[in-house]
């Protein structure tokens, strides 16, 4: 009496071979049954008969019973899809994030090799200028010393300009009206 009904619920569970959700129900009920086995033996210290699987039954196969054994089914793989495709993810999200890393790394000691080899060179540049200008000045003071103590130097050479000036303004004076 209680074979009819197992492939009863078997086949109102499990829709067919690929009902992965059906065959999951059907655990589902599996363990129920199990739960109340365990629960009569401690309750009535004795294996349950086919007439107390009876009730057992009657009550896993009402609709509502098959409707919760699914949904259970149902949340159960939802759950644990969730956690596999959460796990993919945080797996892939750690990949890419290396990735991400590797690449920067990579470029970085490429940009900090050039940086390097500029600033060498910039150093270099650097030093150059300031070894000329250096030179330059010390020209420059070598010059204005040679200047000053020539017969025809700067002194005499700046005078002899300025009388020049003065004196053609004497021949030649500027008319202020004709500058507007």
């Not at 109102?12 to 999951?24: H, S």
């Not at 599996?30 to 629960?39: A, G, L």
């Not at 600033?119 to 250096?134: D, H, P, R, V």
């Amino acid at each position: 009496m209680a074979e009819q009904p197992f492939y009863s619920i078997y086949d109102k569970l499990i829709t067919g071979k690929d009902d992965v959700i059906g065959m999951l129900a059907y655990s589902i009920y599996k363990q129920h049954k199990i739960e109340f086995v365990e629960d009569f033996k401690r309750k009535k210290g004795k294996c349950p008969e086919d007439s107390n699987f009876e009730y057992f039954i009657m009550s896993s196969v009402t609709p509502s019973q098959l409707k919760k054994y699914r949904e259970s089914a149902r949340a159960i793989l939802s759950e644990n899809v969730a956690a596999a495709v959460q796990d993919e993810l945080l797996r892939i999200d750690i990949d890419f994030q290396k990735s991400i890393d590797s690449v920067v790394k990579r470029h970085t000691d490429d940009v900090e090799k050039v940086v390097e080899k500029h600033a060498i060179s910039n150093l270099k540049t650097i030093g150059l200028n300031i070894a000329s200008s250096f030179l330059f000045s010390i020209l420059l003071v070598i010059v204005f010393i040679f200047g000053f103590t020539t017969e025809s130097g700067l002194r005499t050479k700046t005078k002899a300009v300025i009388e020049t000036i003065h004196e053609s303004q004497a021949v030649h004076p500027v008319d202020s009206t004709s500058i507007h």
